[in-house]
């Protein structure tokens, strides 16, 4: 069935970079897009930025500048680097699936926590 | 960007109760709308989407309607299940969600 997974480090200290892997398994890469969500203590959701199924990737604009997004077709994984991060960076991390190359989620990953914190 | 405000923040109803929750968009989003439901110490579940498409496995009791700007989630005879926060989410710009509704038994 289809699931994603993410993992990384719970803490990161500030101004450093954090490293994200969404681990999928059930549907390939190449016919989805993955996308990257987060989370403020239970709050809204923000998106971030999504790897597109062909291989090219989009951002949302207040991220542009620090947020890139990668992947791995050979080991089905997703990677999102951010680098100078804050403390209002701290929140959980998801990743998504959105069918069809459409934009809304039909699947997600448990999610990861991340404190940014020194 | 598309700004998405859902109202209301947060809502108290009874058992079997009817509940609606709205969602406005800053522009016309043509009907590019989900809906999901979020229960405490979990991710996001998807319920609607196209406004009015029912998730597979999600019960009938909950239905979307709306187009141009308006959207609204209704949810028939609540059930204590439903107690969770619903979010928004336009798809027809880069994605962004609603501020979110949380939903309590009253």
């Known amino acids: 069935q289809v699931q994603l997974k993410e993992s990384g480090p719970g803490l990161v200290q500030p101004s450093q970079t954090l490293s994200l892997t969404c681990t999928v398994s059930?549907?390939?890469?190449?016919?989805?897009?993955v996308h990257w969500v987060r989370q403020h203590s239970g709050k809204s959701l923000e998106w971030m930025g999504r790897?597109?199924?062909?291989?090219?990737?989009s951002y949302n604009s207040a991220f542009t500048s620090r947020l890139s997004i990668s992947r791995d077709t050979s080991k089905s994984q997703v990677f999102l680097k951010m680098n100078s991060l804050q403390t209002e960076d701290t929140g959980t991390y998801y990743c998504?699936?959105?069918?069809?190359?459409?934009?809304?989620?039909?699947?997600w990953g448990q999610g990861v926590m991340v404190t940014v914190s020194s | 960007d598309i700004q998405m405000t859902q109202s209301p923040a947060s809502l108290s109803a009874s058992l079997g109760e009817t509940v609606t929750i709205e969602c406005l968009a800053s522009?016309?989003?043509?009907?590019?709308l989900a809906w999901y439901q979020q229960k405490p110490g979990k991710s996001p579940q998807l319920l609607i989407y196209?406004?009015?498409s029912l998730n597979d496995g999600v019960p009938s009791r909950f239905s979307g309607s709306g187009s141009g700007t308006q959207y609204s989630l209704k949810i028939n005879s609540l059930q204590s299940e439903d107690v969770s926060i619903y979010f928004c989410?336009?798809?027809?710009?880069?994605?962004?969600f609603g501020g979110g509704t949380k939903l309590e038994l009253k």
């Open positions: 998504a699936r959105s069918p069809l190359d459409l934009d809304y989620f039909d699947y």
């Open positions: 059930g549907f390939s890469l190449t016919s989805y897009s």
């Open positions: 790897m597109w199924s062909d291989g090219d990737t």
């Open positions: 522009e016309d989003i043509y009907s590019n």
């Open positions: 196209y406004a009015n």
């Open positions: 989410q336009q798809n027809y710009d880069s994605p962004t």
